[in-house]
Antibody, heavy 123, light 107 residues
Framework: EVQLVESGGGLVQPGGSLRLSCAASGFTFSSYAMSWVRQAPGKGLEWVSAISGSGGSTYYADSVKGRFTISRDNSKNTLYLQMNSLRAEDTAVYYC????????????????WGQGTLVTVSS | AIRMTQSPSSFSASTGDRVTITCRASQGISSYLAWYQQKPGKAPKLLIYAASTLQSGVPSRFSGSGSGTDFTLTISCLQSEDFATYYCQQYYSYLLTFGGGTKVEIK
């Protein structure tokens, strides 16, 4: 059974940093691109970042480029999102999501999602 | 970035109704489109990908169509468990984008 479990969310002040983790199980982690998708309270879905299965290719939404860094440790079956220079508008539930297509070079569409972790940026 | 526009943003319907949700891309995306269903407090669920391919386990009352810039999600006979918010998402570009969502409420 595929499972994705996010952790690391919490309350952080504007300008602060946070690292999210997503522990994956039930599939060959290194074969799949992974993404982070967020949802601000009461708002729609926003794709944040994606990483290829090998970790060699990464992609970012313009809204987070230069502030967030996606990475993965295939030996630990874990996906990460390092978030720096956080802003109030980064407040959201952050989901990690598994790509449907094996060996896709980048994020495409997502067949499994975690339960989400809430990040609140406020003073 | 490719902009995805859904319509309507919300509407009311009754159990048994046939409902259609529209998604328009700001440029051609071939058939690189997915549809998701999201219920309050839950993660999204993939319904359809490649514009018209039903994800495994999804009831056949859901169907998708379209290519290029215009797409539709149809629910042939609305069930109580289908009241939710639906999102389209393009993956033609590496910079993925979602539509704003369509909330289907009980009439």
């Amino acid at each position: 059974e595929v499972q994705l479990v996010e952790s690391g969310g919490g309350l952080v002040q504007p300008g602060g940093s946070l690292r999210l983790s997503c522990a994956a199980s039930g599939f060959t982690f290194s074969s799949y691109a992974m993404s982070w998708v967020r949802q601000a309270p009461g708002k729609g879905l926003e794709w944040v970042s994606a990483i290829s299965g090998s970790g060699g290719s990464t992609y970012y939404a313009d809204s987070v480029k230069g502030r967030f860094t996606i990475s993965r440790d295939n030996s630990k079956n874990t996906l990460y999102l390092q978030m720096n220079s956080l802003r109030a508008e980064d407040t959201a539930v952050y989901y990690c999501a598994k790509d449907l297509d094996v060996l896709a070079a980048a994020g495409t569409h997502f067949d499994y999602w975690g339960q989400g972790t809430l990040v609140t940026v406020s003073s | 970035a490719i902009r995805m526009t859904q319509s309507p943003s919300s509407f009311s319907a009754s159990t048994g109704d046939r409902v259609t949700i529209t998604c328009r891309a700001s440029q051609g995306i071939s058939s690189y489109l997915a549809w998701y269903q999201q219920k309050p407090g839950k993660a999204p669920k993939l319904l359809i990908y490649a514009a018209s391919t039903l994800q495994s386990g999804v009831p056949s009352r859901f169907s998708g169509s379209g290519s290029g810039t215009d797409f539709t999600l149809t629910i042939s006979c609305l069930q109580s468990e289908d009241f939710a918010t639906y999102y389209c998402q393009q993956y033609y570009s590496y910079l993925l984008t979602f539509g704003g969502g369509t909330k289907v409420e009980i009439k």
